[in-house]
């Protein structure tokens, strides 16, 4: 749990990077190998990850998924009533492979707070690169199409839940006494989480030239980070009574 407390705020946020991880896990179901749903869920969400992938989420139809898994089309229905749900799954299960390395740099106590944050920076920019669905779908010229598909509600959960785990970072690194609000701290955070759409341009050299992709998110962690904290109050303010 993290509390949020400032000169403008009395907030507390009982949110974890685990409580994003059972958030992940409800949108990709019972993937148990070990019954036969959750063995075929699995395999559905399997092979729609590696052809959403390789020939892109519009471009791969359902009746080409259910000849891929030697199924009929309808057993898909049975489990993902629409498309899209298959690829909230697809994602949602790709994501939950990031969840031990976030959850090491949002939660250690062994580092200090502005290493966590440029470390989550370079997550944040090499993560989709290793994500070979995530990666394909920020490339793709036809995202908002693919997004005007999403339940809205799911859109809603997926921005409240990137600041609610990330203002107490935000705040830490702050610092004692820092004037921003938590509308401030939110806005900081969606920011943060804005850096992901650069992640697919390193993987072109001349985006980065003589830089490699680690090289450059280091870097770009310590120009973000090193420039966070806020600026002092105008000396006409610093004298000024509480």
Not at 3 to 23: K, M, N, P, Q, Y
Not at 42 to 51: F, H, P
Not at 62 to 68: F, G, K, N, T, V
Request: charged share 25%; glycine share 6%.
């Amino acid at each position: 749990m993290h509390e949020l407390t400032g000169s403008f705020r009395s907030v507390s946020v009982s949110f974890s990077i685990s409580d994003l991880a059972e958030h992940l896990r409800g949108f990709v179901g019972d993937v148990d190998p070990s019954t036969p749903k959750g063995q075929k869920r699995l395999a559905i969400i399997e092979t729609a990850t590696r052809m959403f992938a390789e020939q892109g989420y519009r471009q791969t139809s359902m009746d080409e998924l259910a000849r891929a898994l030697g199924v009929a089309k309808g057993t898909l229905y049975l489990y993902f009533p629409k498309k899209i749900d298959l690829l909230i799954a697809a994602v949602a299960r790709e994501k939950l492979r990031w969840i031990p390395e976030l959850c090491g740099l949002l939660e250690s106590a062994e580092l200090p707070a502005t290493t966590r944050l440029k470390r989550w920076v370079e997550a944040v920019l090499l993560l989709p690169m290793r994500s070979p669905l995530i990666n394909r779908l920020m490339s793709d010229p036809g995202m908002a199409a693919i997004l005007a598909e999403t339940p809205q509600d799911v859109m809603r959960k997926a921005q409240d839940l990137y600041p609610q785990f990330m203002q107490p970072l935000l705040d830490e690194v702050a610092g004692p006494g820092h004037r921003w609000s938590e509308l401030e701290l939110r806005d900081r955070a969606n920011v943060l989480r804005a850096i992901s759409a650069i992640s697919p341009m390193l993987h072109h050299e001349a985006m980065r030239p003589g830089l490699s992709p680690d090289r450059f998110a280091a870097l770009f962690a310590d120009m973000i980070v090193d420039g966070i904290r806020p600026r002092p109050a105008p000396k006409s303010e610093q004298g000024a009574s509480p």
